[in-house]
Nanobody
Framework: QGQLVESGGGLVQPGGSLRLSCAASAGILRLAVMGWYRQALGKQRELVATMSSSGTTNYADSVKGRFTVSRDNAKNTVYLQMNSLKPEDTAVYYC???????????WGQGTQVTVSS
């Protein structure tokens, strides 16, 4: 069965950088969209960044210019490079994927990102 496996979360100081990775397992169909959502304490889950298989990206206004999403289609892996991190970026970050042949969206288990001095 398909899975999204995340890595790269952790504790970082304000202004620092972090790189998240998410790899889809072999059982997952070809993915139309891969990307990242996040959920901070007391808030709803929100889109951070996504990329289609053709390279089209979508970013939340709050992360534009600081975060970069990239994708390796051959490896079915998506990355999120986070620079100039702010305390308000603190959240659980969830990998997300949608297959071309839609049955259901895939979600990772979530990885904690904490930005604090």
């Amino acid at each position: 069965q398909g899975q999204l496996v995340e890595s790269g979360g952790g504790l970082v100081q304000p202004g620092g950088s972090l790189r998240l990775s998410c790899a889809a397992s072999a059982g997952i169909l070809r993915l139309a969209v891969m990307g990242w959502y996040r959920q901070a304490l007391g808030k709803q889950r929100e889109l951070v960044a996504t990329m289609s298989s053709s390279g089209t990206t979508n970013y939340a206004d709050s992360v534009k210019g600081r975060f970069t999403v990239s994708r390796d289609n051959a490896k079915n892996t998506v990355y999120l490079q986070m620079n100039s991190l702010k305390p308000e970026d603190t959240a659980v970050y969830y990998c997300y994927a949608r297959p071309f042949t839609y049955l259901a969206d895939y979600w990772g288990q979530g990885t904690q990102v904490t930005v604090s001095s």
